[in-house]
C-alpha cells in the first residue's frame, strides 16, 4: 500500500519506506502484512465504535 504525505517524520516505523521525495509529496510504501502493522491496525480497532465513518 503507498501513501502520500507532505511531510514525515526523519525516522519511520520499520514497516514503512520513503519511495521517492518530489519538491512538495513524499510516496510511502507501507508494508500491511508486516506484524507490527498488523498490531497496530488491531489496537486501532479496538479504539473504533461500530457505525463511525470518516477521520
Do not use: R
Not at 519511495?19 to 502484512?33: H, K, M, P, Q, S
Request: glycine share 6%.
Amino acid at each position: 500500500m503507498k501513501l502520500y504525505a507532505k511531510t514525515i517524520p526523519q525516522t519511520l516505523p520499520n514497516w514503512a519506506t520513503t519511495i521517492t521525495t518530489c519538491a512538495d509529496l513524499i510516496e510511502v510504501e507501507i508494508n500491511d502484512g508486516h506484524p507490527d502493522f498488523e498490531s497496530l491496525l488491531e489496537e486501532l480497532e479496538t479504539e473504533i465504535e461500530p457505525g463511525t465513518f470518516g477521520v
